[in-house]
């Protein structure tokens, strides 16, 4: 999901063909640091703790799966524009009088992506290859011992 919003953004911002491949390189990896320590320490626990307590009562585990993927979006598309937003001022020269304006359209752009694109494809494919590759493997090691 990183990779593809950092792809995203670079779009976004024209910076395709105006960074370096390294350049892109390390912001990607410095993204995915900073996402993996938000969605570990704040967004992660927060979005499943919101989850649960809206979907308490419901009998469908669909409901929750799909809300606690709502929640991950919108928290991480909340920080991350921050940062995307930080990483286009530092490539490139400022020329915006409102930076709360350019947050909140940054913010809504990553928003539109990211949510479709984690509930229609990436949510169900990791999904599909966490069933596939990891639970069968945990289950095998298991009976092994």
């Known amino acids: 999901m990183v990779l593809v919003m950092t792809v995203y953004n670079f779009y976004l911002n024209g910076m395709i063909g105006e960074m370096t491949f390294y350049e892109g390189i390390a912001d990607f990896f410095i993204a995915f640091i900073i996402a993996l320590i938000l969605d570990l320490i704040i967004v992660g626990p927060n979005a499943k703790k919101f989850a649960l307590k809206l979907t308490a009562k419901a009998n469908n585990k669909v409901y929750t799966i799909l809300m606690i993927s709502t ?53 169900p494919l990791v ?13 095998g090691s298991l009976s092994n011992n």
């Open 71 to 123: 929640f991950m979006v919108i928290g991480m598309a909340f920080f991350m524009s921050i940062f995307g937003l930080v990483t286009t001022i530092a490539h490139s020269e400022y020329h915006s009088n409102s930076i709360v304006g350019d947050y909140l359209s940054v913010f809504g752009k990553n928003l539109l992506m990211a949510l479709p694109l984690q509930i229609i494809i990436m949510g």
């Open 127 to 139: 999904r599909f290859l966490f069933v596939k590759f990891v639970k069968p493997n945990k289950q």
